[in-house]
């Protein structure tokens, strides 16, 4: 007995020297990101299955109110939610039908044709939209029109062409997670964000979580989030923010450090309570923590593989919105990215608000507290976790604002360019006079531009205002006339797509969704880790 206690007593004190030593480097990284404009406020968590090891906040809830982060401060958690998603999905399954994460789609939502073609109408399961097996890409920009909802988002998916193979291949796509949380909805007859609140935050006793959807943002506990606009930070609006997390399991879900501790321990713990009992079954745990699809080699992979960094982190498989179980979330303002290790029996959450290029930031911090709660000598320091990827690559140089001439007239009267356009998945973009200084004024959504004329003919640069503002890099439209029909196309979103004005002659139908199938596939949000 005696013994016991003095064990326990020697592991307290080292935890006690431990958390000394994380809040040291933390304090001093911190500062290094805040003073180059990276971030302006940071929270985390630390967590063994049996207890929280360390809770920290650094920084500011807001650069102007200077209000400092603690650990119960809200931080939108972004693609973090997908795992709540999942969780959900499995647990009201289980519960309330006899479908299972193979049931077919089309049981769920009758219809003829929910995608493009009739393999995935006829075969998509709960399993492969939870686990981005479609192999249609992104869409992400769909997202910026203020009347997608979780709902009628199901009805545009058959005007999206797959660009990959179904079940062979890795595309994120997080529109699939608006139909996950559209279906949890069907099936457990209330919103996602009530359904989340009853089956996950109060059985867990998360008491301060909640959803960028609905919350009264203003008045709530929240990090102001912050995007970096060419080396300035800049704050991101709170309609934006509410408006983007209308897919809600995709991405909506607000929690605090505390929170997120006791979400890492029912993962390290199996899917139990503190208690004991279970939120979700065994089997359910199990299916959604194993990997059903594998990672490709990405281009982050460059930046922590040997022989240039000392140490290899190798992502290589996506399981149900999780499993070991790294995920990463990144969103307008904010970056999270949790991670836990079985065998370790350790897990870790990390939120800021700002910006993280190639998950540098993130990764290095779990790196670094993973190393040193497991007794590994670090490969990380206080200079290094700052300056990663160096001193062993290159950082990137960053960009120069570009200085696009604001002067040029368009080629045509600008009636010719002013209407309203459409396309099948997206909806519309209207363009318009803006009145104050005699240019063009484009809207999707709440993606609002003035439009500058570029050097190409009827090619324009839109330079963001309204509640977008500094959110984008002056976004490339382009129109093309055709005698009675005129084709915008949204050159910078990532699939092109284009949208059709109709004139009194031309009385076809509008195309469906057109793309470039030679657009590189770009994966911005994994992801997974095994180490
Ligand atoms: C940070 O942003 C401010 C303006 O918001 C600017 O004055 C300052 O130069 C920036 N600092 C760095 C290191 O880029
Ligand atoms: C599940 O299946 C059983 C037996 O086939 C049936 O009696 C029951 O009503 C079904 N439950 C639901 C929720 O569909
Ligand atoms: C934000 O949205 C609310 C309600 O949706 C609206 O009343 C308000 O004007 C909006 N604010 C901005 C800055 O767009
Ligand atoms: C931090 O790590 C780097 C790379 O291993 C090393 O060169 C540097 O001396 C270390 N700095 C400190 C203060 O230990
Ligand atoms: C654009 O048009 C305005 C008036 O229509 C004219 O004053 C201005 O010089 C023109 N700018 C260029 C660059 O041609």
């Excluded at 997206?426 to 009145?435: L, R």
């Excluded at 190409?456 to 503002?469: A, P, R, W």
Aim: glycine share 6%; charged share 20%; proline share 4%.
């Amino acid at each position: 007995m005696f013994r016991f206690f003095l064990l326990y007593s020697v592991v307290a004190c080292l935890n006690g020297q431990l958390n000394v030593q994380i809040d040291k480097v933390l304090k001093e990284t911190f500062d290094c990101k805040f003073k180059s404009n990276k971030t302006v406020g940071l929270t985390l968590s630390v967590v063994r299955s049996d207890k929280v090891l360390f809770v920290g906040g650094y920084g500011f809830v807001n650069i102007k109110k200077k209000t400092p982060v603690t650990g119960d401060t809200l931080f939108q958690v972004a693609s973090l939610s997908k795992a709540f998603a999942s969780v959900l999905l499995t647990k009201l399954i289980e519960e309330k039908t006899n479908y299972t994460l193979d049931t077919k789609l089309k049981k769920i939502i009758p219809g003829k044709k929910i995608f493009y073609d009739s393999l995935r109408s006829d075969y998509v399961t709960l399993r492969d939209l939870l686990s981005h097996k479609l192999g249609i890409p992104k869409h992400n920009e769909m997202r910026f029109d203020t009347e997608l909802t979780r709902k009628n988002l199901v009805a545009r998916l058959k005007y999206l062409k797959p660009e990959g193979v179904f079940r062979s291949s890795y595309m994120y796509n997080s529109l699939m997670y608006g139909v996950v949380t559209h279906l949890a909805e069907i099936i457990g007859e209330d919103t996602w964000e009530n359904l989340v609140t009853m089956h996950i935050f109060e059985p867990l006793e998360m008491k301060t979580s909640t959803f960028a959807s609905t919350a009264d943002l203003e008045n709530i506990l929240l990090a102001k989030g912050y995007v970096e606009y060419y080396g300035e930070l800049h704050p991101v609006e709170y309609n934006f923010t509410r408006q983007y997390a209308e897919i809600c399991g995709s991405g909506c879900v607000l929690s605090t450090a505390n929170d997120m501790s006791k979400w890492t321990r029912f993962f390290l713990n199996g899917g139990r309570l503190q208690d004991g009992t279970r939120l979700i079954s065994e089997q359910a745990f199990i299916d959604i923590t194993t990997p059903v699809n594998t990672i490709p080699y990405t281009y982050t992979h460059k930046y922590f593989s040997k022989p240039d960094i000392p140490v290899t982190n190798i992502q290589s498989n996506y399981a149900l919105g999780y499993r070991m179980v790294v995920h990463t979330g990144s969103t307008w303002g904010y970056r999270a990215m949790i991670s836990w290790y079985p065998e370790a029996d350790i897990g870790i959450f990390v939120a800021f608000t700002g910006n993280d290029p190639n998950y540098l930031y993130r990764l290095s911090l779990h790196n670094y507290i993973f190393d040193v709660y497991t007794g590994h000598i670090p490969y990380l320091n206080t200079s290094t976790i700052c300056t990663y990827p160096e001193p062993w690559l290159k950082s990137e140089i960053p960009q120069v604002k570009p200085n696009y001439p604001k002067d040029k007239n368009t080629t045509r009267g600008q009636k010719e360019y002013i209407g309203t356009y459409k396309n099948k998945a997206y909806g519309k973009i209207k363009i318009d006079k803006h009145k104050e200084n005699n240019k063009l004024k484009l809207k999707y959504g709440y993606l609002t531009c003035v439009l500058y004329p570029s050097e190409t003919k009827d090619e324009f640069y839109g330079d963001t205002t309204g509640i977008s503002l500094k959110s984008f890099d002056f976004y490339k439209f382009k129109f093309k006339f055709n005698n009675d029909k005129v084709t915008l196309k949204a050159s910078s979103f990532q699939e092109q797509p284009s949208f059709i004005k109709k004139g009194k002659l031309y009385n076809d139908a509008y195309p469906l969704y057109t793309t470039s199938m030679s657009l590189p596939v770009v994966i911005l949000c994994v992801c997974l880790t095994l180490f």
